[in-house]
């Protein structure tokens, strides 16, 4: 049964730590991605991977670190530079040569 | 600088009638299309897409169709079902930057009785 999974699906953290979400897929995808979504607004993409050992920022880098150490793993750190954390964090997979990207069902980070 | 917009928030529909979604893009280098359908604490789910090279594609219920030199494509859904209220999204990829997606802001749908 393939597919994508995030843990913890709610996690709480104190401002000023950093807190790392877990992505693992199955699905033998080579790329992955990490979004973010707020409220009204559409998905941004923080950092993606196509392959082991490389991975790229996106639109909205800044504050977040990733690591691509497996094919199937993207983990997330959102380090206390991120200025507005609290969010609905999205990790995403697809085969190299395709459009069509899926979804895991999310991690809602709240810092307070 | 939004390069993928839909314009309207929410669109309330009754069931059994067709539902359109609308999205309008800026970067004419964008050559792929998805639709993807979003439920509340969950992740999106791939629906539908089109080719830059397709003005239309069908698939069950669900038809997008692409307008290229409008820059505008939509989502119909027919007939809509009370299991389609969600939020939508569109999204647009263009060749050679690593399958990268511009997401649209969505457009919640309501399917009423």
């Known amino acids: 049964d393939g597919g994508i999974t995030q843990s913890p699906k709610y996690l709480f953290r104190k401002e000023g730590q950093n807190v790392t979400l877990s992505c693992e897929q199955n699905?033998?995808?080579?790329?992955m991605y990490w979004y973010r979504q707020d409220p009204g607004q559409g998905l941004r993409l923080i950092y993606y991977?196509?392959?082991?050992?490389?991975?790229q920022k996106g639109d909205i880098a800044e504050g977040y670190s990733v690591s691509r150490e497996k094919k199937e793993s993207f983990p997330l750190t959102v380090t206390s530079a991120q200025k507005n954390p609290t969010a609905f964090y999205l990790c995403?997979?697809?085969?190299?040569?395709?459009?069509?990207?899926?979804f895991g069902p999310g991690t809602r980070l709240t810092v307070t | 600088d939004q390069q993928v917009k839909q314009n309207s928030p929410s669109l309330s529909v009754q069931e059994g009638r067709i539902s359109i979604l609308n999205c309008d893009y800026t970067?004419?280098?964008?050559?792929?299309f998805l639709w993807y359908k979003k439920y509340p604490a969950e992740g999106p789910t791939f629906l539908i897409s089109?080719?830059?090279?397709?003005d239309k594609n069908e698939d069950g219920r669900f038809t997008v169709f692409l307008n290229k030199s409008a820059k505008h494509l939509s989502l119909h859904i027919v007939p809509s079902q009370p299991g389609d209220s969600a939020v939508y999204f569109c999204?647009?990829?263009?060749?050679?930057?690593?399958?990268?997606?511009?997401f649209g802001t969505g457009t919640r749908l309501q399917v009423t009785l």
């Open positions: 999204a647009a990829s263009a060749f050679g930057t690593a399958s990268k997606l511009t």
């Open positions: 699905l033998n995808h080579d790329a």
């Open positions: 991977s196509q392959i082991v050992n490389d991975f």
């Open positions: 089109i080719s830059s090279i397709k």
């Open positions: 970067n004419s280098m964008f050559d792929y």
């Open positions: 995403a997979s697809s085969m190299a040569i395709a459009y069509e990207q899926y």
